[in-house]
């Protein structure tokens, strides 16, 4: 209504253009500037204000509005109270959008705020019926134009691989594409300076047996990669272990191509296309042979690494969890990894012990689970951040309903006229018929387009109402989790973890201390439990298992120094020169009553003393923030397993990778603060 008195008013209609240009329209020339001149002489045409433009250049009209930068930018702006503007130009309908979903989304919110969209291509806009069915008709032929374009485009590619051609995509190192460009013609061929890194590169590792050998020898050859980049290790080994050299052939339409519900490629079969040859089969199986000898082990032994993918380090990368030592776990961040071999170009982010710092940082959570008043304020933030996605399509399916009858009563009286029409006019009862369903063409195509606008409605909706339950399932979770959260195991902590978003921040730590770590410690922290403190009742208790070896040191003194140790954290040599002892006889001691089980029956037995806290080092600064993944995973598909589990006090195992740690959550999500 607000609008409407603009446009009838003495008030001017203010306006803003959005410009969309995909790559394709870039690479015919028709760039944001030559969009821009259109929507701004439009504007001055109608004579409304020009208040604003917005412009997203090379982003395809298959995505949504939150996955536009600008066109997300603009949604937030029209949120605004008072509101900015009150229509907004594009040049065309498919620069609104390329499906029904990216289309009418942003379109029917843009709505409910009292703004409207016109489109210059046609002249018109969404503030009048005949606007809003000129949309549909520009919807309709903007998706269905992609799909064609697609078919097409897919089709001639499917041939190409068919004929043993090029068909376009990733060329494998060590090859190349001979007369390119040609239609008909490009085709695959063995490039001759990259197929000798290759060679080089095999020839070293049969020698060496090491990657990172052979990356440093390639690097100090000047043998680089395609883009002049060093290589790395893994990089290496993935270029000499892949399909193309191994089995000398691509695979088009392979295990990453787009599938329909049954598993089939959804543009055509899978194509083998062989590759010249680069390495005889002999060759091939010496290389396999040698890479099969370097396989190592299968860790058998796996830990969950809480905060593995979301701890950032000072430096900006990821910590990932990863075992320093037998009795030793630390979180370790990917800046110490070169960038290439023999770079020497490491971060010097300190090493972290992974039990301490995942219990400070599990507190921090506990503490955010606990606090009601916090986590409605978590889920206020979300509210906040998703109001474009609530937006309730009861009104716009009935409003559709209403067009859909209307229609198919249009339907039914034009068909029984024209068949009148016919029959009066002598024809046959076949004719008549078909004079019928000519006559209502228009309309059933209308009628076609208004019941697929409302099944999108209806999706939308159904959306909308899942993201409403999640979030009310959200602090119903917490609640649920606050009673079991003493009971929870680490797969539970990290799955936990990882449905809330949590990204823990290191902004201050403590260089880790150098040595080997204290073994009595390490067994406190992972227990859980205080140092105790030894009197004589208890030493008692625990004499008998304290015996047994030959060494001349007395037995209490060395119990009493490694809880010392456990307490203060000094270091083992200082202890033995403070009370004239060896300090390797001591660490001996240690590791052999923790290693046949001797300690952990002794501290058994002094579970009932009373106890200092274990030493913990220099206090390391972290920020925890967080987003519920629960209420961000995609609605309309039903609730997934760990939602369900979740919202009944249980969670699944974190998944983890072959080594034992945590997958790393995604990245780049907007976060808000506990």
């Not at 013609?185 to 063995?190: D, G, I, K, M």
């Not at 606090?371 to 399509?393: C, F, I, N, P, Y």
């Not at 009370?579 to 058994?604: C, F, I, V």
Request: glycine share 8%; net charge positive.
């Amino acid at each position: 209504m607000d609008t409407a008195l603009r446009a009838t008013g003495t008030l001017t209609l203010r306006a803003v253009d959005y410009l969309r240009v995909s790559t394709e329209d870039q690479a015919k020339g028709y760039g944001i500037a030559y969009t821009g001149k259109k929507t701004a002489r439009y504007i001055e045409k109608k004579g409304w204000a020009h208040v604003g433009t917005y412009a997203d250049e090379g982003y395809s009209g298959s995505l949504d509005a939150d996955d536009r930068p600008d066109l997300k930018r603009l949604m937030q702006a029209a949120r605004k109270t008072p509101r900015p503007f009150d229509m907004v130009v594009v040049n065309e309908g498919r620069g609104i959008g390329r499906t029904g979903r990216a289309f009418w989304k942003w379109v029917w919110e843009l709505e409910d705020l009292g703004v409207y969209v016109a489109v210059v291509k046609k002249d018109y806009d969404n503030s009048t019926p005949a606007g809003r069915s000129q949309m549909r008709k520009d919807a309709d032929y903007a998706e269905d134009e992609r799909e064609n374009i697609r078919d097409r485009t897919q089709g001639g590619i499917q041939e190409k691989a068919e004929d043993g051609l090029y068909p376009g995509g990733t060329v494998p190192f060590g090859w190349c594409i001979a007369e390119r460009g040609v239609k008909g013609v490009s085709h695959y061929a063995v490039h001759d300076e990259e197929a000798e890194t290759l060679r080089r590169a095999r020839e070293v590792f049969l020698s060496t047996k090491s990657w990172t050998t052979v990356a440093i020898t390639l690097n100090s050859e000047k043998r680089l990669t395609r883009s002049g980049a060093p290589w790395t290790r893994k990089n290496i080994r993935s270029r000499m272990l892949g399909q193309a050299v191994l089995e000398q052939q691509v695979v088009w339409r392979g295990s990453a191509a787009a599938r329909d519900q049954e598993g089939r490629p959804v543009f055509g079969d899978s194509v083998i296309i062989k590759l010249p040859e680069i390495f005889s089969e002999e060759k091939i199986e010496a290389l396999k042979a040698a890479a099969s000898e370097r396989k190592r082990p299968r860790k058998t032994r796996q830990r969950v690494y809480l905060l593995t993918g979301c701890m950032v380090s000072p430096c900006g990368k990821y910590y990932a969890g990863h075992q320093h030592r037998p009795n030793e776990v630390i979180y370790r961040c990917k800046g110490r990894q070169e960038s290439y071999a023999g770079a020497g170009d490491q971060c010097s982010c300190p090493y972290l012990e992974a039990t301490a710092i995942e219990r400070q940082v599990w507190q921090d959570v506990v503490r955010v689970l606990s606090d009601a008043d916090r986590m409605k304020a978590l889920s206020q933030d979300w509210l906040d951040a998703t109001a474009g996605e609530r937006v309730d399509h009861t009104q716009r399916i009935a409003e559709l309903d209403q067009q859909i009858a209307e229609t198919e009563d249009l339907v039914d009286v034009t068909e029984a006229a024209a068949a009148r029409r016919a029959l009066r006019r002598g024809q046959s009862k076949g004719e008549a018929a078909e004079a019928a369903e000519r006559a209502s063409k228009p309309h059933l195509e209308e009628l076609e387009g208004l019941e697929k606008l409302k099944r999108e409605a209806e999706a939308f909706q159904r959306e909308a109402a899942d993201a409403a339950r999640r979030l009310q399932g959200f602090e119903r979770l917490a609640e649920i989790a606050r009673e079991n959260l003493a009971e929870l195991t680490d797969e539970e902590k990290a799955e936990l973890v990882d449905l809330m978003g949590m990204e823990a921040q290191v902004i201050r730590c403590a260089p880790r201390r150098l040595g080997v770590a204290c073994g009595i410690r390490e067994w406190f922290v992972q227990e859980g439990r205080g140092v105790p403190v030894l009197a004589d009742e208890g030493w008692e208790r625990i004499k008998p298992l304290m015996g047994g070896s030959r060494s001349k040191m007395d037995r209490r003194q060395v119990v009493q120094l490694l809880l010392e140790k456990a307490v203060t954290g000094d270091r083992m040599i200082d202890l033995g020169s403070r009370y004239d002892l060896n300090p390797k006889s001591l660490q001996t001691q240690s590791h052999r009553w923790l290693a046949d089980g001797t300690w952990a029956a002794a501290m058994e037995l002094l579970k009932d003393a009373d106890t200092r806290p274990v030493w913990e080092p220099d206090s390391i600064e972290i920020q925890v923030t967080i987003r519920p993944r629960a209420i961000e995973s995609k609605p309309g598909d039903g609730e997934s397993d760990s939602w369900r589990r979740a919202r009944r006090g249980r969670t699944p195992c974190a998944r983890r990778s072959p080594a034992g740690s945590r997958r790393a959550p995604r990245s780049g999500r907007a976060r808000c603060s506990p």
